[in-house]
């Protein structure tokens, strides 16, 4: 549930900086009344904490991966054509 929620502040970040690379307008801070206000500096501390968090998405290794390569590799060791 946690990845799911930094991958969705990602995505907010992530639009939003494309909105301020193509038309030179933060969506973000246009809601929360400028990029100075608290509540706009909190999504922005919260975008960078959920970058921080799905930087680990990169090295872990699911256990639902582990457990189909098992699968996969017993059925190949174990099958054979007659």
Do not use: P
């Not at 706009?40 to 872990?60: E, P």
């Not at 582990?66 to 007659?82: A, Y």
């Amino acid at each position: 549930m946690l990845d799911k929620i930094a991958l969705t502040l990602l995505i907010i970040g992530g639009l939003n900086w494309g909105s301020v690379g193509l038309f030179q307008f933060d969506v973000i801070a246009w809601i929360c009344g400028g990029s100075g206000s608290v509540v706009a500096r909190i999504l922005y501390v919260l975008v960078a904490l959920a970058a921080l968090w799905c930087i680990s998405l990169l090295f872990r290794d699911t256990a639902a991966g582990r457990e189909h390569d098992h699968d996969h590799n017993h059925d190949r060791r174990f099958s054979t054509t007659v």
